[in-house]
């Protein structure tokens, strides 16, 4: 029962590098989430697919792109990292109804030198 | 957006003490639910609030949703090393997104 998957764990890029992290997960959930998590700043919302098919800007687009593969799969890319991009990321995933839980992945610890 | 400020940002307490976080919205809320992060791990959903002056318990935890729907707290009853991690609340609005916000999260250090 592996819930929402995210891979990499970690990962140590340079300033300009492109990387897409990845996300799934297997509950059949429509809706699913990414967030950005820094010291003191709680969860950010980056983007989000309410359901396959669609997607939306968050609180904190700007730097970043998204791919609603399949109901399954939501990728976050970062087309050219920045220092300011050193963040903990967060895939959520939920039913996409009101008074639904979000459900969350383990997490991407990356660093931008 | 929705305005969020949780309170205090960190507590410190020894174990056995009791601790509480409060969770204040500008606006009249729909609901308001509770995460639980510990050090190095993700958010988990804890519980959820929907009616007015709604009390809930989880064995030393419990949860209030204010009267006027604008404010929620979180108590947890003597403390253990266990409740260790940072508490967010996640609330929506009235007739707003069904996407929750989260506030900036209260961080609970207990002391042995």
């Known amino acids: 029962n592996a819930g929402v998957t995210q891979t990499p764990k970690f990962q140590v890029l340079k300033t300009g590098q492109s990387m897409t992290l990845q996300c799934a997960q297997d509950?059949?959930?429509?809706?699913m989430y990414w967030y950005r998590q820094d010291p003191g700043m709680g969860l950010r919302l980056i983007y989000y697919s309410a359901s396959e098919g669609t997607t939306d800007k968050g609180e904190v687009p700007n730097g970043y792109n998204v791919s609603r593969l399949n109901k399954r799969e939501f990728s976050l890319r970062l087309e050219s990292a920045a220092p300011s991009q050193t963040s903990v990321y967060f895939c959520?995933?939920?039913?996409?109804?009101?008074?639904?839980?979000?459900?969350f992945g383990d997490g991407t610890r990356l660093s931008i030198l | 957006g929705q305005q969020v400020m949780q309170i205090p940002q960190y507590q410190h307490v020894q174990e056995g003490e009791d601790f509480t976080t409060y969770c204040n919205s500008s606006t009249t809320l729909s609901n308001i639910q509770w995460y639980k992060q510990r050090p190095g791990g993700h958010p988990v959903f804890l519980i959820q609030?929907?009616?007015?002056?709604e009390v809930k318990k989880q064995k030393r935890l419990t949860f209030q949703f204010g009267e006027a729907k604008k404010n929620s707290s979180l108590h947890i009853t003597a403390t253990q090393t266990t409740d260790v991690g940072t508490y967010f609340c996640?609330?929506?609005?009235?007739?707003?997104?069904?996407?929750?916000?989260f506030g900036r999260g209260t961080s609970l250090i207990v002391h042995p």
């Open positions: 609030l929907v009616k007015s002056g």
């Open positions: 509950m059949n959930h429509n809706s």
């Open positions: 959520a995933s939920s039913e996409g109804r009101a008074n639904q839980p979000q459900h």
């Open positions: 996640a609330l929506r609005g009235i007739g707003g997104s069904y996407i929750p916000t």
